[in-house]
């Protein structure tokens, strides 16, 4: 993928899972990728794999980091040209029982920990005439789902930032756009039907439990997800922006 050739990429929560998956991705494509994320450990071991040419830690909830990360980064390996806004993790609890906290938290980390590290990049953007802003957002950002509302209400909002910024930006040369994953194969997935095999159901009826929510009847993989992203930061791209690409569900 030329077009990507010697580009900057920035991708948070690119130590692991579907942000490493994504790295990988870009790195194979040709770009120069830095992760950040707040694990020494698990960044360093992505970086000494291939999957990154360097990290930066940052907290994505901390502004003043962000933009310290992103200083760094670009020093290393020039402006960004594409930033994948991938860190988050969720928060799974009924509604009666969800507390002002778990929203906070999820909001934290899925609305401001998209938007501090895109005001860290846009301008820069905008002043050299490209970008690519890319937010790894979920199915439940397009509908609900139970027991997740602090989750599903954190990524509801990263869409309509999606969408805001893209009206702003539109005719600078940047894009925004979001990538909505289904279940995706995962170290939480796993650790979810490994809680509920403990609790006296079978592994078997564990993963189907989201595998039949999976209309190819499969969960994602991250390399899936990743390839979506790809897509969204190619040339075929170019006149996306404020769109959103559904992978391994039936959409809203």
């Known amino acids: 993928m030329a077009s990507i050739e010697g580009k900057h990429a920035l991708v948070t929560g690119g130590g692991r899972g579907?942000?490493?998956?994504?790295?990988?991705?870009?790195?194979?494509?040709?770009?120069?990728?830095?992760i950040m994320g707040r694990g020494e450990k698990t960044l360093a071991e992505a970086v000494g794999a291939g999957a990154a040419a360097g990290y930066v830690i940052a907290d994505v909830t901390d502004v003043a980091a962000v933009n310290a990360a992103v200083k760094q980064a670009a020093a290393a390996r020039g402006p960004v040209d594409l930033l994948i806004a991938n860190a988050g993790t969720a928060t799974a609890v009924p509604f009666?029982?969800?507390?002002?906290?778990?929203?906070?938290?999820?909001?934290e980390q899925h609305v401001?920990?998209?938007?501090?590290?895109?005001?860290?990049?846009?301008?820069?953007?905008?002043?050299?005439?490209?970008?690519?802003?890319?937010?790894?957002?979920?199915?439940?950002?397009?509908?609900?789902?139970?027991?997740?509302?602090?989750?599903?209400?954190?990524?509801?909002?990263?869409?309509?930032?999606?969408?805001?910024?893209?009206?702003?930006?539109?005719?600078?040369?940047?894009?925004?756009?979001a990538v909505c994953p289904g279940f995706v194969d995962t170290d939480l997935i796993r650790g979810t039907?490994?809680?509920?095999?403990?609790?006296?159901?079978?592994?078997?009826?564990?993963?189907?439990?989201?595998?039949?929510?999976?209309?190819?009847?499969?969960?994602?993989?991250?390399?899936?997800?990743?390839?979506?992203?790809?897509?969204?930061?190619?040339?075929a791209a170019g006149a996306a922006t404020g769109a959103t690409l559904v992978i391994g569900a039936d959409g809203a």
Do not use: W
């Open 96 to 107: 009666a029982k969800a507390t002002p906290d778990q929203f906070r938290d999820m909001f």
């Open 193 to 235: 039907v490994e809680q509920m095999v403990k609790r006296g159901t079978s592994r078997e009826e564990a993963m189907s439990r989201f595998t039949s929510q999976v209309p190819v009847g499969r969960l994602v993989t991250p390399q899936e997800v990743a390839e979506a992203v790809l897509y969204f930061c190619s040339p």
């Open 18 to 34: 579907i942000g490493r998956a994504i790295a990988a991705a870009l790195t194979a494509a040709g770009a120069s990728v830095s």
């Open 112 to 177: 401001l920990g998209m938007m501090h590290p895109a005001q860290a990049v846009l301008g820069d953007m905008i002043k050299r005439g490209f970008g690519r802003i890319v937010a790894v957002a979920s199915i439940v950002a397009l509908r609900a789902s139970p027991n997740v509302s602090p989750y599903t209400t954190a990524k509801h909002a990263m869409l309509g930032l999606v969408r805001s910024i893209a009206v702003e930006t539109a005719g600078t040369g940047v894009t925004v756009n």
